[in-house]
């Protein structure tokens, strides 16, 4: 991170505040943390991440060459650049507000342009990150400590009335046409099981909510057809678990972009798919939990019997979480099974230090289960 990052974030009782002290603090928040919190994917090599918001190219590579390295590089400063292997990009840079705003709007940030300014604003102020509109003389008073504010902010959901409908008007997988086709065809899946079951479900026609955008397009128009429910824990206690959220899978062959999409603008940190609100209860048998990741693997294991895989919860990138492990016993075995590359080593690690201390034995299966 810069040196001198924390503008604005000592300002003592009578200090004149800086009403433009929000955008100094979101561009101190290094883009690393930025991206991931946007759900894109973070390079190996700790320095780039991908797709990129201009062009959509998830990686360096150009055709004939391999580069695994995220699409855009992080540059000294708190800037990011998009780049191919052995050219320049598409030309898409900017710095951390920047990259929310072409997340957000499909389109470089112009100066001047206040709508897209406040919609930063709300996006860093829903992440910890600065204080919403409005928050100024709070901040006087009583100064916001960073960054551990933003570790300790609860995450942005979507709006919870927004995602039932969704998920209530959503068809089923077997009535859309390319859904069925890609899990039939791409990923070997029987779609009527799916159905069935009611694992996943086809995006509907409408609602479609602001936050079910990929850019500028609705996640129809991306492609992102095929819905699975997030979870977290139940804050009520009435079940296990509550549906707070949807993840939906690009359905399409070359997408070019992310495969799979959280709510724009939202965190998905800590939720999970699961069976049921219940989801321990066909793991009880067995005392097992398996823990998979990405939303074929997850389905293909749900469809197996409970005598195969104990209880089921499907992660992705950020879903490890004390409070979803504090709802499994202590004893239990839980089986983390992520794919064999560093993402899933990853997980599978953020997951060990949740499992460790609890009790419950930690086993690692490297490999990816579904096509
Ligand atoms: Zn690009």
Known sequence: MDRGARPGGSCGVGEVVNPAAWLDRAKAVPVLDVAAALGLSLGRDGKSFGPCPGCGAATRANPGRRDSRGRCAILPGGWWHCYSNGSDGCGATADSPGLVAWQLTGERWQKGDASTSAKIREWFAQNGWCDAPGA???????PRRWPDAAAEAPPSRPNAMEVAQVWFHAPAVTDD????????????????????????????????????????????????????????????????????????RCVRASG?????????????????????????????????????????????????PATVRGALLGGISGSASAAILALVPRGWDVAVATHADAGGDNQANAWRREIEGRGCRYLRCRRQLAA
């Open 177 to 248: 046409d390319a859904v069925a086709e890609w899990l039939e065809r791409a990923r070997g899946l029987p779609a009527a099981r799916i159905a069935e079951l009611d694992l996943a479900r086809a995006l509907p026609a409408s609602p479609s909510p602001a936050w079910a955008g990929y850019g500028a397009r609705t996640w129809r128009e991306s492609g992102h057809r095929l819905i699975v429910p997030l979870w977290g824990p139940d804050p009520d206690g009435r079940s296990r678990l509550r549906m707070a959220s949807l993840h939906a």
């Open 256 to 304: 070019g972009g992310l495969k799979a999409l959280s709510p724009r603008g939202h965190s998905h940190r800590g939720l999970v798919m699961a069976v049921s609100e219940d989801f321990l209860g066909d793991g009880a048998e067995q005392r097992l939990l398996t823990i998979c990741e990405g939303v074929p693997d997850f389905l293909a294991l749900a469809l197996q």
């Open 136 to 142: 100024e003389r709070k901040s006087v008073v009583a």
